[in-house]
């Protein structure tokens, strides 16, 4: 048995559905890989995260959460991605605040054109993700059985 | 009756928490809580604890049960928190004597068997009061401060604490504990507690007798008017013993656990039919009228109070059951 | 001070201006004055008092006053007056039903300060200007009356009533306030060092709600940490991150919203410096979107549902942590 | 050299790349024909690098410093503001003796006090 | 609980080379309410369709997840499927798993783990989903173009052609606009008022189209296929009905010093006028400021000498209510004011005017009669000076605007070039900063005013003017020569930058319609949707959607009036069904959603609620509009109660997945 199993985190990234869904679709067109731990939610727009959904992805045991969205400028509904940039800048700020490694959460944005970019941030993510090890300061230990 | 000098403290309770987990009230003045003594700890300057020792008794949240669902199976899961002997030091005689209010809730039948093997557990070191705070009125109960109950009661003056078990569970902490000599308290100076501002709280209009009367007396709108529903009088009760019992859904199984809950609360006690006490102001009554009426109707004249004034100090606006007893002790004469 | 505004509240009263005056009345100590509705002459002679420790904000309470039948005179601290103007902002408050007095203000004393500098007993005090005489059940003590002033007062941001039907005491003016500088000293931490003074704090706190329930800006019809259907009520924090998840969404909520009238850490059985949470928003709103003060005005769109195109990006959290 | 540029652009506050080259600063120029380079030309030589030779030239003693080019410009660009900070460049060059002693008996003069040519001196003489 | 049929297909071999499918239905099966699960070579087939049709009858599915390509491949698809099987088409939802699962990994293993969540995650989510219907909405089919400039007038027509009503609300007391001042068009120099007047009088006589001239949009409540549009039909004093056109009474008027606005107050009109000879309607109108008889009551010639009877000194501003189905913004443009570039001297000689108004002293029906003459002393001008970009390309702020104006390149080189052409005695100058002359055949047009006629370009700006001795002195940079130029001018033409009309504002506010921060009107994609609005049913046409000139305003206008045919000739609108939806007791009434709301989909009313003990709260609370929302959700995160959710993508369902796939 391999006593030091290697650490693969858990990351979960809300993809709104005009720009960086279809991005992440295209990375899949094109094969551009990156790790499967990453799983996406598909939301109407990057708008459309709440919060909430953030801390109850790192409560049930997710050690990252990204927000993809359309390049500020692009929303489909013209003006989602500003808020959305407001609210999570000042929700980062404030996890960060709190002690909480702010290396866990980001937002990036993706066009539905930009399929090497969703898979190298992906990439990158992870990778900054699994150096921080698990998430510990915003756990529950009872989803941890 | 022993004795121990004060300088030894340290030394003491070493040694009751060698055998045992031993809880003292430490901290800063304003936020001083009951916590595990270890190594260098100090007792804290407050006259008492924010939260009362009824969290070591009936904790805030507390596992009671696990369900696992597979297929159609459900499984049952014991997942009770753990209850080691322990013992706690330092709890004032209005806190100790909660445990005779609770206790009357708890072990009547059917048994609360969580409370009932930390009650087994546990064992209570009082200390007698010598500098009350203005908002004290334990006396009011008919406790006396400065003789607390407890397995053991202490008094400490400036150089000697004393030590009198009071209980089997006592004598046999005492027998343990080497640093002990024999000697008596020297006689409390009482005076103080006369001048206590509280001490006459009116109380002989509560009780059973004049519960419908108290029930439907208008002024109970006005003094609940400002109440903001907010359950910061009942978590720091030592005598509040509500509570809810609650799932949680890991995802892999379902936690049980039950944990405080506030009459003060909105959705205290709601049903499918909605809330019994649909506005603050029933559920304001329903607070005081369940210390001051109910409690002492069905257990022979006890209050549900033990004037730990608690609540007076923590009331973001001041409202709290002096000012509701002298109201209503007042007026409905 | 508090004679003018006796005064005032019964000739509100009488003269036919309202039918019921929202103020402070005496409790059983000097200090545990509770804020309440007076409907008489006779009452506000005999129960209705103004001082040094009518710290409680009452532009809460307007929100289901103003929407009783009536008109209801209220008397207002500046710092009340700022969450007063914020909640008409957000349509909580029917402006007609309300005459608003609005009061000047030297600062608030905060009983705990006093204990905490080691009077105990405490039964009475008097003394005008710089110094109390503090009367115990062990004897006469003096004290400053600044050391003894709620902490938010110490770092008071404004002095101005704003909206107010009629002020006494004099309009008064927005101050420089060094209110960052305990938020500053966090951020200068380590996140380690935040985390575990934050840990520290917040694992005292026993969700007795008194912090949402005072808040003006907490008005919710339904909070979303009383609704099943939220996915976060609970009635207690079953372990750290309930704790966490409260406290950061409720200052999330507040965000843009609050006015910083610091009643959350007031009213905090436990003494958490919530108040710190809701000032780094504040300060990050400022310094990320411009100078921002929740209720100063009725026009300004509150900064949470607004934007710039050209705002900072979110990865300017990561930035700025990394220059430390 | 262009640590010069840079401190030139930080003392006078000027972005010379706001400039879209409209020669407005020059159009109002009341002292256009006295200068070899024209404001227009300073913005533009700051930003391309040639700013050794616009301390050489002569020419930017005689902008007035009327504020014309900087209240006229469209884009805010403020030349004059520009041109005093490459002035003060070049004061405050270092080993360049503006001013040599035995340039001084030439430049007495009955009328001028003292003091002016030691502060002249003084300042002049690095 | 719900009863879910799970899907998973090979999609031959793009998914079954990397994810083990049966080991994916094997695992979802065991999943909670699943009671079907199986795997398919290709589900999108004939027979994968008719597989899902036969097993939501057979297992009586509530609910049904396919996990297959991506949902923006083929969730329509499967939506239809699951309808035609009696299924809301909402009940569906789609696993990704293979641009988002096996195309991107390689080991099988791997893939298929991950697969099993992605498939759980989509059970977990259609456990919380609930039926939809797409709601509808009825059309009211008739438009509303507010402006009645060529732009208006274009799309007018354009929409009328089709058949449908048109209103055009215009706030002058003749349809034309700006077109209607300028004397000849670039790039072919046929005269304005030969091209644009056919137009109007097509637009009086259409019986589609109702002119409502002299009047102003009062408020606007309503939404796409459904507006109430209040109109206020300003006094005219005139009796539209009667008046002849005649013209009598603007000859006898005695108020004869009014600055005539139509002319840009190069000469006067009387205080009753008809603007010019081709207004339409052509009615006259009373100036309320000026007319003696509505000012002091003490006058009343020209009911005198009006036969028809027409002028009614008590006519009031009316208010009418109409119904339209969509709308277009028209507003136009207008040169801004020259205060602020006295440089130029505008304010303290006539002889330095703005190009609109030198399209004015060059126009025959003109104050001049169409001989260019000095305004201050009626000379001919020998030497002119065109200064180009007056108050564009700005620093923005106090300055001007910040964006090019991009008309002014071309007419100023018309101006040069008519101006040379009609006078070759004539010098004339164009200072230019970059001549920017994209189009068909402008920048052929501006090298012949060089080439042919000999206009001088001098690359430069003027810095100033200074009125001397009759002349004008000019003073500016030539910077491809290297020198400063002073000129003795007669005329100084300034290109003073467009401005959207000052009307524009207030309007957008009444339409919910965004403006950037210039007060131009957004549209709802800077490529994709150039002539749309943001809020739906609110169309743009011409300079107020940004600076243009007559082609592109004309294009711009058709293309208009086609996204409004298209919307009008539908009977019903079929509305998104995943839509916002406030839960009135939870509203806290604070209006946080309605800023945040890109489409102004949400309006607040007062609402009685019973309260505790029988009483009667009434509350504030938001209504969102399923018409117009579109379904961001960008007012369920501004929400802080959570009163405000999103169907389809409600905060469970999110949630529900977020625990699916992190467990």
């Known amino acids: 048995m391999q006593v030091n199993q290697e650490f693969k985190p858990t990351i979960v990234a809300f993809c709104c559905n005009w720009c960086s869904y279809a991005g992440a679709d295209l990375s899949g067109t094109n094969r551009l890989q990156y790790p499967a731990n990453v799983k996406i939610i598909r939301i109407p727009c990057s708008c459309r995260l709440n919060p909430m959904f953030i801390l109850r992805a790192f409560q049930r045991g997710a050690d990252g959460v990204i927000l993809c969205g359309c390049h500020p400028g692009d929303c489909h509904y013209t003006t989602g991605n500003y808020y959305a940039r407001r609210r999570m800048t000042l929700l980062f700020s404030m996890l960060d605040f709190l002690g909480i490694e702010r290396e866990r959460t980001r937002v990036e944005w993706v066009s539905a054109a930009e399929g090497a970019k969703f898979a190298a941030t992906m990439n990158e993510f992870v990778e900054t993700v699994t150096k921080l090890g698990e998430n510990k300061r915003l756990e529950d230990l009872r989803c941890k059985s | 009756m022993k004795k121990c000098p004060v300088s030894q403290l340290d030394a003491l309770f070493a040694s009751v928490a060698a055998r045992q987990k031993l809880y003292i009230p430490a901290g800063e003045a304003k936020t001083a809580a009951f916590q595990p003594w270890q190594e260098g700890m100090k007792l804290t300057d407050a006259l008492n604890t924010v939260r009362s020792a009824k969290d070591l008794f009936f904790p805030q949240v507390e596992n009671l049960v696990n369900f696992k669902v597979t297929g159609k199976q459900i499984e049952i899961i014991e997942n009770r928190d753990p209850s080691e002997p322990f013992v706690v030091f330092g709890v004032r005689a209005c806190d100790c004597r909660s445990f005779d209010i609770l206790d009357k809730v708890f072990l009547c039948d059917p048994v609360d068997t969580y409370y009932k093997t930390r009650r087994e ?144 609360y909105s959705d205290f006690t709601l049903m499918s039919a909605g809330q019994p006490r649909p506005t603050q102001l029933e559920r304001f009554r329903q607070r005081f009228m369940h210390k001051l009426v109910y409690y002492p109707s069905t257990h022979d004249g006890e209050f549900g109070c033990v004037g730990c004034g608690r609540c007076l100090q923590k009331c973001p606006i001041s409202m709290n059951i002096v000012k509701v007893a002298k109201t209503l002790g007042e007026e409905t004469t | 001070m508090q004679e003018l505004i006796k005064a005032k509240a019964v000739e509100l009263l009488e003269n036919g201006v309202c039918d019921r005056v929202l103020g402070w009345k005496a409790g059983e100590f000097f200090y545990d004055v509770t804020p309440a509705v007076f409907r008489s002459r006779e009452e506000i002679e005999k129960d209705f008092v103004f001082g040094p420790f009518c710290g409680a904000n009452m532009s809460k309470y307007l929100i289901a006053e103003s929407r009783k039948e009536g008109k209801i005179a209220a008397f207002l601290k500046p710092c009340d007056t700022y969450s007063f103007q914020q909640l008409q902002k957000e349509h909580r408050i029917r402006r007609e039903n309300v005459y608003a007095v609005g009061v000047q203000c030297e ?73 960052f500088a305990q938020v500053e000293k966090l951020e200068a931490m380590t996140p380690d060092e935040r985390f575990a003074f934050w840990r520290g704090e917040l694992s005292r706190c026993i969700r007795c709600n008194a912090c949402r329930n005072v808040c003006p800006a907490c008005s919710c019809e339904k909070c979303v940490f009383d609704n099943p259907a939220s996915g976060v009520e609970n009635k207690a924090a079953a372990n750290s991150f309930e704790e966490n998840l409260f406290h950061v969404i409720r200052a999330f909520h507040v965000a843009g919203r609050c006015t910083d009238c610091g009643e959350c850490s007031r009213v905090c059985p436990q003494h958490i410096p919530l108040h710190l949470l809701n000032r780094k928003f504040i300060k990050d709103i400022n310094e990320l979107y411009g100078d921002y003060q929740a209720g100063a005005d009725m026009d300004t769109r509150p900064p949470l549902v607004n934007f710039q195109t050209d705002d900072p990006e979110p990865s300017v959290v990561h930035e700025r942590g990394s220059e430390q | 050299m262009s640590d010069m540029t840079e401190i030139v652009k930080r003392i006078s506050g000027v972005n010379p790349r706001k400039c879209m080259k409209c020669g407005k600063c020059s159009a109002a ?16 030589m700051v930003e391309n690098g040639r700013l050794e030779e616009l301390m050489d030239s002569k020419g930017i003693y005689m902008c007035l410093s009327c504020f014309a080019c900087l209240e006229r410009c469209p884009r805010s660009v403020e030349p004059a503001k520009l041109i005093e900070a490459v002035r003060l460049a070049v004061v405050r060059q270092q080993d360049k003796n503006h001013l040599k002693p035995e340039q001084i008996p030439g430049l007495l003069d009955a009328e001028l006090p003292q003091q002016a040519i030691t502060s002249a001196f003084r300042k002049y003489r690095k | 609980m719900q009863k879910i049929g799970v899907f998973v297909c090979w999609c031959g071999s793009n998914i079954a080379a990397t994810v083990d499918v049966q080991a994916v239905s094997d695992a979802l099966a065991k999943e909670p309410g699943v009671v079907f699960s199986t795997n398919y ?88 989903n609930a039926p939809l219907t797409a ?15 060529i732009a208006g007038i274009q799309t007018a027509l354009d929409i009328a052609e089709a058949g449908f009503p048109v209103d055009i609300v215009e706030t002058k007391p003749t349809i034309g606009g700006k077109m209607t001042q300028i004397d000849k068009t670039f790039p072919t120099l046929d005269c304005a008022a030969c091209i644009l007047t056919p137009k109007m009088v097509d637009a009086a006589q259409n019986e589609n189209i109702n002119i409502l001239s002299y009047s102003e949009v009062e408020s606007v409540k309503g939404f796409v296929g459904n507006f109430t549009v209040t109109i206020r039909r300003k006094a005219r004093y005139v009796d539209e009905t009667k008046c002849t056109g005649c013209g009598l009474c603007t000859e006898k008027c005695p108020q004869k010093k009014v600055p005539n606005e139509f002319n840009l107050g190069l000469d006067n009109r009387r205080a009753i006028y008809i603007p010019f000879a081709q207004a339409v309607p052509k009615v006259a109108t009373i100036d309320p400021n000026y007319c003696t008889m509505l000012k002091t009551g003490k006058c009343g010639v020209c009911s005198k000498v009006c036969t028809a009877g027409a002028i009614d000194y008590k006519q009031q501003d009316e208010l009418i209510e109409r119904e339209y189905g969509a709308i277009v913004a028209a507003t136009g443009f207008n040169p801004i004011s020259m205060d602020k570039f006295d440089e130029f001297a505008y304010s303290q000689s006539p002889d330095v005017v703005t190009s609109l108004e030198f399209e004015r002293l060059m126009n025959a029906a003109g104050p001049t009669g169409g001989t260019l003459l000095r305004p201050s002393d009626g000379t001919h001008p020998h030497t002119l000076v065109f200064v180009q970009c007056v108050g564009s390309r700005c620093d923005g702020g106090e300055k001007g605007k910040p964006y090019c104006s991009k008309i002014c390149c071309m007419y100023t080189a018309k101006h040069a070039m008519l101006t040379r052409e009609k006078y070759p005695d004539t010098d004339v100058y164009v200072f230019y900063i970059d001549v920017r002359t994209p189009g068909k055949n402008f920048d052929e047009f501006y090298r012949r005013a060089v080439e042919e006629y000999g206009v001088h370009y001098i690359k430069g700006m003027v810095g100033k003017v200074v009125p001397e001795n009759g002349k004008l002195k000019v003073q500016a940079s030539d910077l491809l020569g290297g020198q400063q130029l002073h000129i003795d001018a007669d005329m100084v033409v300034l290109a003073a930058a467009i401005e959207p009309d000052k009307s524009a504002r207030p309007l957008a506010t009444m339409l919910t319609a965004s403006m950037d921060t210039n007060d131009f009107f957004t549209e709802a994609h800077p490529k994709l ?135």
Not at chain 5, 73 to 92: D, I, Q, S
Not at chain 5, 135 to 149: C, D
């Open chain 2, 121 to 264: 557990n546990g064992v209570i070191m009082t200390l007698a009061c010598t500098e009350p705070e203005e908002t004290c009125f334990c006396t009011a109960f008919g406790i006396d401060p400065t003789d607390p109950a407890g397995d053991v009661s202490c008094w400490m003056d400036g150089e000697n604490l004393y030590l009198r078990a009071n209980t089997e569970k006592g004598e046999t902490l005492l027998s343990e504990l080497p640093m002990l000599s024999d000697g008596d308290a020297p006689a409390a100076d009482k005076t103080v507690f006369d001048r206590l501002p509280l001490k006459n709280l009116p109380l002989d209009k509560f009780g059973g007798e004049h519960m419908m009367e108290l029930f439907k007396y208008e002024k109970w709108a006005g003094l609940a008017e400002s109440c903001l529903g907010c359950g910061a009088c009942t978590f720091v009760c030592p005598t509040c013993q509500c509570y809810d019992i609650r799932e949680f859904n890991t995802g892999d199984e379902i936690k049980r656990f039950r944990c405080w809950d506030s009459c003060m």
């Open chain 3, 107 to 179: 600062g608030m004393c905060d009983i705990d300060a006093m204990k905490a500098a080691g009077i105990k007993g405490i039964l009475g005090a008097d003394g005008d200007g710089g110094t109390l005489t503090v009367h115990t059940l062990y004897g006469d003590k003096s004290v400053e009356r600044k050391t003894v002033l709620a902490e938010r007062c110490k770092c008071c941001k404004s002095k101005k009533l704003l909206g107010c039907d009629e002020i006494i005491g004099g309009q008064g003016e927005e101050l420089e306030s060094n209110r």
């Open chain 4, 29 to 44: 120029c009341p002292a256009y024909d006295e200068m070899d380079y024209h404001p227009h030309q300073f913005v533009d």
């Open chain 5, 41 to 128: 070579q290709y589900m999108c087939s004939q027979a994968g369709q008719d597989m899902i049709q036969d097993t939501i009858k057979e297992y009586g599915l509530t609910g049904v997840v396919v996990c297959s390509c991506s949902p923006r491949m083929h969730e329509a698809t499967f939506r239809k499927t699951c309808e035609k099987a009696g299924l809301n088409p909402y009940m569906v939802e789609i696993a990704n798993i293979r641009e988002q699962c096996s195309w991107i990994h390689k080991d099988k293993e791997t893939g298929t783990e991950k697969a099993i969540i992605l498939g759980r995650a989509a059970i977990a989510k259609v456990h919380l």
């Open chain 5, 135 to 149: 709601g509808q909405s009825p059309v009211t089919k008739r438009a509303l173009v507010i402006g009645g400039g």
């Open chain 5, 529 to 663: 949707r150039p002539v749309e609005s943001p809020t739906a049913g609110v169309f743009l046409s011409g300079a107020c959607q940004g600076p243009k000139d007559i082609p592109d305003t004309v294009a711009q206008a058709g293309a208009a009036a086609a996204k409004v045919i298209g919307l009008l000739s539908k009977d019903q609108l079929t509305c998104n069904p995943c839509v916002a939806n406030s839960n009135e007791l939870m509203c806290n009434g604070c209006s946080a959603c309605e800023k945040v709301c890109p489409y102004g989909a949400i309006t607040y009313i007062d609402k009685d609620f019973r309260g505790p003990n029988r009483t009667t709260l009434r509350r504030r609370v938001a209504q969102v509009n399923p018409a117009v929302c579109q379904g961001c959700g960008a007012c369920t995160v501004a929400c802080p109660s959570g009163a405000m959710d999103l169907k389809g993508f409600s905060n469970a369902q999110i949630m529900a997945e977020v625990d699916a796939i992190c467990k």
